[in-house]
């Protein structure tokens, strides 16, 4: 077969990349992924719809958007979610028509999302890259969760009870970061997105005419 046909065949019209990203509550992934996309051209934070009070801090549409239960169900039923999950007694979703809107601009999501909806995207998005933030250990989670001061003893407890169960995912996830040392995490996790963003499958297709006729 010519160069030219195989190139075809192999290498699609880039499209956007789809990064998810898991940890438990404290692990330091937000952390990790505003700094990704704060250095990073081409790539976005996916904004996820949730029901959870909005923190001190945060503002509507940019960190989440917040919506009642209600509104939530609706958008269940009508399709609107690539994923959906209740986390920590809250709700959150990615939206179907926002993910779809980036991605025909071509540009690399990041999902920062829980495992139950990395589990659901795994099923129809074949292509994405699954990367999972751990902490050296349950003591740093604790006090790093504890040191937030952006939720109630309560909220701690609960989160630190979801942390195993949602540790023992680990082997579903393509990538795991330790992070124990804040720079080291964030080379380790920005190489693997630079590394997946040049994979041949991923390339400008014109591009590569360009070159070759
Ligand atoms: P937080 O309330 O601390 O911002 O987030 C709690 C958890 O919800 C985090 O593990 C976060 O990754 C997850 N989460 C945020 N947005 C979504 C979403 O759209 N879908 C799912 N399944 N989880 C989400």
Redesign the pocket.
């Known amino acids: 077969m010519p160069v030219k046909k195989i190139l075809k065949k192999s290498i699609a019209k880039r499209e956007g990349k789809l990064f998810v990203v ?2 438990p ?1 404290g692990a330091g ?2 952390t990790l992924c505003q700094r990704l996309i704060k250095n990073t051209q081409g790539v976005k934070l996916s904004v ?3 029901t ?1 009070e909005r923190r001190k801090g945060e503002r509507n549409n940019v960190h ?1 958007s917040f919506i009642d239960e209600k509104i939530f169900k609706g958008m269940i039923r009508k399709g609107g979610f690539a ?3 209740v ?2 007694g ?1 709700l ?3 939206s179907l028509g926002r993910l779809k809107e980036m991605n025909k601009k071509g540009y690399d999501i990041i ?4 495992i ?2 990395a589990m659901q995207i795994k099923k129809s998005y074949k292509n994405a890259v699954y990367i999972f933030i751990l902490p050296p250990s349950m003591n740093v989670l604790k006090k790093r969760l504890k040191g937030r001061n952006t939720d109630s003893g309560e909220t701690i407890a609960r989160r630190l009870d979801n942390a195993k169960d949602e540790i023992r995912h680990y082997k579903y996830y393509d990538y795991v970061i330790k992070n124990e040392d804040l720079e080291k995490a964030y080379r380790e996790f920005e190489s693997v997105i630079l590394a997946s963003r040049v994979k041949k499958n991923n390339i400008d297709q014109n591009w590569i005419d360009k070159l070759i006729t």
């Open positions: 898991s940890a509550s992934k937000s996820s719809y949730t959870r989440y994923e959906w999950a986390v920590h809250n959150y979703g990615t999902l920062d999302i829980d139950h909806g």
